[in-house]
């Protein structure tokens, strides 16, 4: 890595020596916590990504799982660093493999859209089933989504359903709209054009506009 420059690492780590050895797990802490003060604790709306990315890399090669994961966001979005896709794809991974619950579900994300690596509906379904179960709203959307269609695992619509419902209950517009579809259909479930308004209209009210698209036809 280029030369320290951030004055929290600099202020710790007095001895320059100590920049090539390998950072203790409490030293990791020390500098997720104080990247992620300076990323979502500071009232300044400019903040110091150059900084904040220099924290999290330090702490994420210590092996901080949080740390890693950020460190990914930041490679995703260019935060303090040129945006390279491959290595927020090896930084999440590893975050992923230690149970970090959203970086599980972005590896699955690249798998199911063949960002990055090739589509691999098996490999998307197992990482979505990680996220899922420790309850990633969005993982457990999209796994509802890989059984109503078989992308990946045996076709089940029951089971999507099952997993929309997770999403639902905390306010995801994609699966509440995905409910109304099922049930206006009946498929996995009964017919009924009452639970498809339903669902459709805490769908509209979260700002879904097919949703209020289909309610005005039911």
């Not at 890693?68 to 927020?88: P, V």
Request: proline share 1%; net charge positive.
């Amino acid at each position: 890595m280029a030369e320290v420059k951030s004055p929290y690492i600099l202020r710790i780590m007095k001895d320059k020596k100590s920049y090539h050895r390998p950072v203790s797990a409490a030293l990791s802490k020390k500098f997720f916590q104080e990247g992620y003060r300076l990323a979502f604790l500071t009232k300044k709306k400019v903040k110091p990504w150059d900084e904040i990315f220099e924290l999290w890399f330090f702490a994420a090669s210590g092996g901080n799982v949080r740390a890693q994961f950020y460190l990914g966001t930041c490679y995703d979005n260019g935060y303090g660093i040129t945006k390279d896709i491959a290595e927020a794809f090896n930084w999440y991974l590893k975050a992923a493999r230690k149970g970090k619950m959203e970086a599980q579900f972005n590896i699955g994300y690249f798998y199911d859209k063949g960002e990055l690596v090739r589509k691999n509906f098996k490999k998307a379904v197992r990482w979505y089933s990680l996220a899922a179960k420790q309850g990633d709203t969005e993982a457990q959307r999209d796994l509802g989504y890989c059984y109503f269609y078989g992308k990946g695992v045996k076709m089940n619509q029951a089971k999507a359903i099952l997993w929309y419902k997770k999403a639902a209950a905390k306010k995801d517009d994609k699966a509440l709209y995905n409910l109304g579809l099922c049930y206006e259909y009946g498929d996995g479930t009964r017919q009924s054009n009452r639970w498809a308004k339903y669902y459709y209209l805490l769908a509209s009210k979260l700002g879904h506009d097919q949703a209020k698209l289909r309610m005005k036809n039911l």
